[in-house]
Structure formats: C-alpha cells, structure tokens
C-alpha cells in the first residue's frame, strides 16, 4: 500500500474505497541473478460491498502487521 485507503461516499450512500498499491516485481537476470525491475503503481476503486470488505480486510492487515510477534 502506498497510503492510507481514500473512503468517500455516493449521493445515494454507497461506499466508494480508492487504494494505491505499489508493486516491486524481481526478474531473474542473464546471469542467474535477481534483479529489482522497476516499481509500478497501481490505483484500485472498489465500490458498495467490496469496498466495505476491502477496508475492513485492509483495517486487520494493519493492525496485525504492527502486533508484537
């Protein structure tokens, strides 16, 4: 994730979740070796329930990636 998720809502009430991810993809070089290819960006809009259930996945990802082993 590149920042926090962006919630907004329709006139209608309707959830609406923007999310920024970034991917770093490797690639196995000629030699043999991996190599870092070139970070891409992506931009993700979910809508009415898949926007309801991405940011509470999204919310218990967090949290549990800052729990203490």
Known sequence: MADDPHVRFTASGKQIIELTVLVNARRQNSEG?????????????????????????????????????
Do not use: G, N
């Open 33 to 69: 070796a991996w190599a870092d290819a070139e970070t891409t960006r992506h931009v993700v809009r979910a809508f009415k329930t898949l926007a309801e259930t991405s940011l509470s996945h999204w919310r218990r990802l967090i949290r549990s990636s800052f729990m203490e082993p």
